[in-house]
Structures are given as structure tokens and as C-alpha cells.
């Protein structure tokens, strides 16, 4: 997935590690079903606690421990 700023709002995650971002974006997606346009606004920290939230969410319903 490519990520462009063209001036419209959203964050920059430049500084992110390479695939990061998709990777939490997916795990996020899956979860809680957020249209795409709304995660990319996230800031990569904010984006790395729904992510943790969703895992844990996810562990709980299928009693991973």
C-alpha cells in the first residue's frame, strides 16, 4: 500500500518502519472493521494501541493465552 500526503489531512508515518504500518493497519481492519480513510489519519502510535487492543480483543474470543 502506497501512502501519499497531497495536503487533505492525514499523518505522515515517513519515519515508520517499512511495513509497519500496513501490518497494524490490517490487524486493526480485521478487527473492528474501520474503513481505511480513518486509519490512515492515525498517528503510528495511536495505530500501535488499537493494534494491541484488537490482539488482545482476538486472544480472549479464541482463548489463546
Not at 29 to 34: I, T
Not at 39 to 44: F, G, H, K, P, T
Request: charged content about 30%; glycine content about 10%; aromatic content about 8%.
Amino acid at each position: 500500500m502506497e501512502r501519499r500526503d497531497e495536503g487533505g489531512g492525514g499523518q505522515s508515518h515517513g519515519s515508520a518502519e517499512p511495513g509497519l504500518v500496513e501490518h497494524l493497519i490490517a490487524d486493526i481492519a480485521f478487527h473492528f472493521h474501520w474503513p481505511l480513510a480513518e486509519l490512515l489519519e492515525m498517528e503510528v502510535t495511536e495505530l500501535l494501541l488499537w493494534q494491541r487492543l484488537a490482539v488482545e480483543r482476538w486472544n480472549r474470543a479464541n482463548r489463546v493465552e
